[in-house]
C-alpha cells in the first residue's frame, strides 16, 4: 500500500507539473502574441511619452528615448519610426512598447514620416531637406525641390508625394531620393496627406478646402462641408476621414472628392487619425481625449492614460 501510495504523488506530482508548465507556457506565449498583435501608436511632441492600444479603445503608456518634439509616427518593415523637429532624433520600436534611439543626419524640424517601396522617408519643415532608410536606423539625406514648409509626406500608386503649408507645392518621388516638383489647386495651408482608394488626398488647416490626385501629379481641388483646421486624414479602403483642430468636427468621403460632416464626441485640439484593426481612431493635442469609429460617422469616446501633446497616431504590426 506505502509503495502504490507513493506511486500515486509522483504522479500526481508529475500531472501538477504538466499542468503547471503548460500554464506558463500559455502565458508566456500570450505576452509574446500580445507583442506580436497590430497596435495603435501615438507620440506626444515636447515629452518622451508614447502609448498603444490593441483596439483603439484601451491604452498603455510606453516611453520614448528621450523627451523631444516628436511629430510622426508611422509603421513598415517590422518597425514603428518615429521623428522629431528641431533635433537629429528618431526613434524605432519593433513592438510600439520598447523603444530605442536612433539620429536622422541634419538637425531639422522633422515633421512627418510614412514607410513605402522598401524604405522610411521622414521631410522636413522650413528646410530642403528629406531623409530615407531601409531599416529605420541608418539615414541618408535627400534634397527636395523647395526650401518651403513642408507638412505631410505619405506613400501610394508607387510613390512617395509630400506637400507643404503657407504655399501651393507639392513633390513626388519613385524612390524617396530623386524628387520632382508638383503643384496643389491653390496656396494654403495643405497639412495632411494620404493614399487610399486609387487617390492621394491632402486637407488644408485654414479653411474648406481638400485636394485629390490619382498620381500625386496633377491635382484638383475638392471642397469640405465646414471650414476648419483640418490637421489630419486618413484613409481605410473604402472611406477617407479628415478630423479639425480646436472642434468637434470631422469629414468623410468615399472618393475624396464629395464630402460629409460627421461629429466627434468632444470639442478639442484633434491633430491625428488613422485607421487599423477595423476603426478608425483619433487623437488630441494637449489633453488625453480620444476616439474611435467603425465607419468614420458615429464616433465614441476613448481615454489615453496621460495629458500631453499627442501629436501623431499610426497603425502597424498584424
Not at 513605402?116 to 530615407?132: E, I, L, T
Not at 483646421?229 to 479639425?244: P, Q
Request: net charge negative; aromatic share 12%.
Amino acid at each position: 500500500m506505502k509503495n502504490k501510495n507513493q506511486t500515486s504523488r509522483i504522479i500526481l506530482t508529475l500531472a501538477l507539473g504538466v499542468i503547471l508548465a503548460a500554464g506558463l507556457t500559455a502565458q508566456s506565449n500570450s505576452q509574446v502574441d500580445s507583442k506580436k498583435q497590430g497596435k495603435f501608436v501615438a507620440v506626444a511632441s515636447d515629452s518622451d511619452k508614447a502609448v498603444y492600444s490593441i483596439d483603439g479603445i484601451n491604452w498603455t503608456t510606453a516611453t520614448l528615448p528621450d523627451e523631444a518634439g516628436w511629430q510622426s509616427v508611422c509603421y513598415g518593415n517590422g518597425k514603428f519610426v518615429a521623428v522629431a523637429s528641431d533635433n537629429n532624433k528618431a526613434a524605432y520600436s519593433v513592438d510600439g512598447i520598447n523603444w530605442k534611439e536612433t539620429e536622422l543626419l541634419d538637425d531639422e524640424s522633422w515633421v512627418s514620416v510614412c514607410y513605402g517601396n522598401g524604405k522610411f522617408v521622414a521631410v522636413a519643415s522650413d528646410s530642403d531637406k528629406a531623409v530615407y532608410s531601409i531599416d529605420g536606423i541608418k539615414w541618408t539625406v535627400a534634397t527636395l525641390p523647395h526650401e518651403t514648409n513642408w507638412s505631410s509626406v505619405c506613400y501610394g500608386n508607387g510613390k512617395f508625394v509630400t506637400v507643404a503649408s503657407e504655399s501651393n507645392k507639392a513633390a513626388y518621388s519613385a524612390d524617396g531620393i530623386k524628387w520632382t516638383a508638383a503643384t496643389l489647386p491653390e496656396e494654403a495651408e495643405w497639412f495632411s496627406i494620404c493614399y487610399g482608394n486609387r487617390k492621394f488626398v491632402a486637407v488644408a488647416s485654414d479653411n474648406n478646402k481638400a485636394a485629390y490626385s490619382a498620381d500625386g501629379i496633377k491635382w484638383t481641388v475638392a471642397t469640405l462641408p465646414h471650414e476648419g483646421l483640418w490637421d489630419s486624414v486618413c484613409c481605410s479602403n473604402e472611406k477617407f476621414v479628415a478630423v479639425a483642430y480646436d472642434s468637434n468636427k470631422a469629414v468623410y468621403s468615399t472618393d475624396g472628392i464629395k464630402w460629409t460632416a460627421a461629429t466627434l464626441p468632444h470639442e478639442a485640439d484633434w491633430s491625428s487619425a488613422c485607421y487599423g484593426n477595423g476603426k478608425f481612431v483619433a487623437i488630441t493635442h494637449n489633453n488625453n481625449k480620444a476616439a474611435y469609429s467603425a465607419n468614420g460617422i458615429r464616433w465614441t469616446a476613448a481615454k489615453l492614460p496621460n495629458e500631453a501633446a499627442w501629436k501623431s497616431l499610426c497603425y502597424g504590426g498584424d
